[in-house]
T-cell receptor
Framework: GIQVEQSPPDLILQEGANSTLRCNFSDSVNNLQWFHQNPWGQLINLFYIPSGTKQNGRLSATTVATERYSLLYISSSQTTDSGVYFC??????????FGKGTRLSVIA | SAVISQKPSRDICQRGTSLTIQCQVD?????MFWYRQQPGQSLTLIATANQGSEATYESGFVIDKFPISRPNLTFSTLTVSNMSPEDSSIYLC?????????FGPGTRLTVT
């Protein structure tokens, strides 16, 4: 099945800094999603982005399907951005497969 | 998007007992899924809950341990049977399919 790898595994930022999280996947995808899991465990949909670029406030994402990677950009980070960011991909009829996540800590 | 609720939100159970988790969706959906997230780990798919037929389990998960019901297109239950401390996890219900998938708030289970 499809493999999903995320980097970096951990990231510590000063409030106000920018960051880029990467997701590599091993096969062509029907679905590529980014999620944020807050410290209370809730999984929040950030982007559904099998290809192209999307922006939502301080967050944006780009997926280059032909090169099998996706990037999540966080600008002007805030302490509320802390948590774990997951990338998940679906290929063909396989179920959604999650990467191991990037744990982000934003320090005031 | 779908609105998904789960009950209970958390529970502490004794080893050897069973817990049934409920998942309710605000609209009819074809595909429902159950995931497990062990402490500090990523999400792993347990099974796909099929309406009107048996669930489809992923490798490493069996029906005797995680029986699933799907009586209609808006509701499903997952039972964690004969629990051990290793079953302490967050269990999440999800809906979707070939496109965007949505997740419930999760059930945080602690087994003592």
């Amino acid at each position: 099945g499809i493999q999903v790898e995320q980097s970096p595994p951990d990231l510590i930022l000063q409030e106000g800094a920018n960051s880029t999280l990467r997701c590599n996947f091993s096969d062509s995808v029907n679905n590529l999603q980014w999620f944020h899991q807050n410290p209370w465990g809730q999984l929040i949909n950030l982007f559904y982005i099998p290809s192209g670029t999307k922006q939502n406030g301080r967050l944006s994402a780009t997926t280059v399907a032909t090169e099998r990677y996706s990037l999540l950009y966080i600008s002007s980070s805030q302490t509320t951005d802390s948590g774990v960011y997951f990338c998940a991909a679906l290929s063909g009829n396989t179920p959604l497969v999650f990467g191991k996540g990037t744990r982000l800590s934003v320090i005031a | 998007s779908a609105v998904i609720s789960q009950k209970p939100s958390r529970d502490i159970c004794q080893r050897g007992t069973s817990l049934t988790i409920q998942c309710q969706v605000d609209s009819q959906v074809t595909m429902m899924f159950w995931y497990r997230q062990q402490p500090g780990q990523s999400l792993t798919l347990i099974a796909t809950a099929n309406q009107g037929s048996e669930a489809t389990y992923e490798s490493g998960f069996v029906i005797d341990k995680f029986p699933i019901s799907r009586p209609n297109l808006t509701f499903s239950t997952l039972t964690v049977s004969n629990m051990s401390p290793e079953d302490s996890s967050i269990y999440l219900c999800s809906v979707g399919g070939a496109h965007e998938q949505y997740f419930g708030p999760g059930t945080r289970l602690t087994v003592t």
